[in-house]
């Protein structure tokens, strides 16, 4: 009788909303994920500004044995910061104005190009030569690709910033400079497509 409701249990249950780790591979704490999700789908639905593109691209999760891919999450979480990214745009552009709106994202995109005008190995802060900092070549590369896209026009999306990663050095680049950088670039990516 017990066997006969759990499985019951288990066929009324809903399926996971992503694909889940096994072994030693880590994924993200599946409550956490759904719960963000669903207040994500919930704030979009609903037209409100109280969640933006913003937010969830710092949103973080728990790391556990069972959890969801952590791709997949990325993946879908990039979806739903290009659609909050693409509603503020569009609400911006009837309140301001398409021409106020391409002015704000190529005066943010100008500040980005003075900040990387600096010569390699100096375009951000460094940690002391005892702690860890991002990789200051890996850095400057992609730092090089994004001066190219605001300048020249390159390709370069979104995602390929997002998942960017870069390995760690002692006396690397601060984490926290280096991530804005990107998180502002990003903005920008999103502003104009």
């Known amino acids: 009788m017990a066997s006969d409701d759990v499985r019951d249990r288990a066929q009324t249950e809903t399926p996971p909303a992503f694909s889940l780790t096994s072994g030693r591979t880590k994924g993200y704490h599946r409550a956490a994920v759904d719960t963000f999700l669903a207040a994500a789908r919930t704030s979009f639905e609903a037209g409100g500004a109280d969640l933006t593109a913003a937010d969830v691209r710092v949103a973080s999760f728990p790391l556990v ?22 509603r503020a745009r569009d609400r911006a552009v009837r309140t ?84 804005a950088l990107l998180d502002a670039t990003i903005d920008v990516i999103l502003a104009v497509r």
């Open 96 to 179: 301001q104005g398409a021409s106020a709106w391409v002015e704000q994202a190529r005066d943010e995109a100008q500040v980005i190009l003075d900040h990387l005008a600096r010569r390699r190995r100096h375009r951000f802060a460094r940690t002391g030569v005892l702690t860890f900092g991002y990789r200051v070549d890996e850095v400057d590369h992609v730092a090089s690709r994004i001066v190219r896209y605001l300048r020249d026009g390159e390709a370069l999306t979104a995602e390929q910033l997002r998942s960017a990663a870069f390995r760690m050095q002692r006396g690397g680049y601060r984490e926290e400079q280096v991530d």
């Open 65 to 86: 044995k069972n959890g969801y891919v952590v791709a997949e999450v990325d993946a879908a979480l990039g979806r739903v910061e290009d659609a909050l990214a693409g």
